[in-house]
């Protein structure tokens, strides 16, 4: 990982967040994967809009529900399949280890306040951009989930937690910005979002080549959430000069995307020799000619394995 994604990455608090952080405190260290890094992008599961929406819709609920609301036992029982895979480095499978974890942390932060800023959707997958704070007033914490919807219940979670850091370099919160996307696109244009997205992330991480690819990718004007990166393409060179090309075993790989409307969400997971590694859930927003506008990200670091024995980013259906 980067320097400046390190700088994030390096300060996440241990044992923060019961469920939502990579390092629950007390959680046995998990051994070494011997799981193989995905070469690319897991597809959502095509369906319709009105589908895809209905799946919005649902987790939307759910988030409300146990987070917002905290009814996490209600949330659980009306909305979490039978068979719950969870990609959360300190949770175990199923609804009841989400429903003791999740439980926990909200009767220990009697006062804890969640505010959800953005969901976006493609087939059976969606994302859902919040945030989380222990008491009102604290710096909180920004978080990405991404859930897959199958028969209208949640099969498979995946997440990235990231203390809010502040000042932001930019003057934007890690939160501010459209909420929805544009409607009005099509889907060979979303296609070629998709594809832009993962350019410009492969030439800025894997081939350090920065310049390159706020040349090809990045618009006039680029408004960045990130809060160690000031706005616009000049900015993100100068904060990525001097890394050096990564050696194909260390390459950042992308296990998923999704694209709704004029943004696309990617997953990344940048490995290290013994299988753990830092990753991220990026949100990009683009205008009509193709380009990124904006971006939004959390970062995380991540063990080899998680406490029910997969790796953070696979895909087990």
């Given amino acids: 990982m980067t320097t ?6 390096a300060s996440l608090l241990c044992g923060a967040v019961m469920v939502l952080a990579a390092c629950q405190s007390g959680a046995p260290e998990p051994p070494t994967s011997s799981a193989a890094v995905p070469a690319a992008p897991a597809a959502p599961t095509p369906l319709t809009t009105s589908a895809a929406a209905g799946n919005a819709q649902l987790v939307r609920a759910f988030y409300e529900i146990a987070f917002v609301d905290k009814k996490v036992e209600e949330a659980a029982r009306q909305y979490i399949g039978g068979e719950y895979i969870q990609h959360n480095p300190g949770v175990a499978d199923g609804a009841q280890a989400f429903v003791e974890a999740i439980g926990g942390w909200l009767a220990a932060e009697p006062e804890h306040e969640t505010i959800i800023h953005r969901v976006l959707v493609e087939g059976d997958l969606v994302l859902v951009h919040s945030e989380h704070h222990a008491v009102r007033g604290d710096a909180g914490l920004a978080v990405m989930d991404i859930f897959r919807v199958q028969g209208g219940e949640i099969v498979e979670h995946w997440d990235a937690i990231q203390p809010v850091l502040t000042p932001s ?58 809060p160690g990166v000031a706005d616009g393409g000049a900015a993100f060179v100068a904060a990525f000069a001097g890394v050096q090309p990564r050696e194909s075993a260390a390459k950042m790989v992308f296990p998923r995307t999704i ?14 020799q013994d299988g753990s590694g830092d990753g991220s859930i990026d949100i990009f927003r683009f205008d009509a000619a193709g380009k990124i506008v904006e971006h939004w990200d959390v970062i995380q670091q991540y063990p080899a394995l998680t406490a029910g024995g997969r790796t953070t980013w696979d895909d087990r259906r």
């Fill in 4 to 9: 400046l994604r390190r700088i994030a990455a």
């Fill in 169 to 226: 370099a930019s003057g934007h919160t890690m939160f501010d910005g459209p909420q929805t996307t544009a409607s009005a696109v099509s889907e060979a244009d979303r296609e070629r979002n998709r594809r832009a997205a993962l350019a410009f992330l492969d030439l800025a991480f894997n081939q350090a080549d920065a310049q390159k690819a706020v040349d090809e990718h990045l618009g006039a004007e680029y408004v960045q959430h990130n």
């Fill in 259 to 272: 694209a709704e409307g004029d943004m696309v969400v990617v997953q990344t997971f940048s490995p290290k």
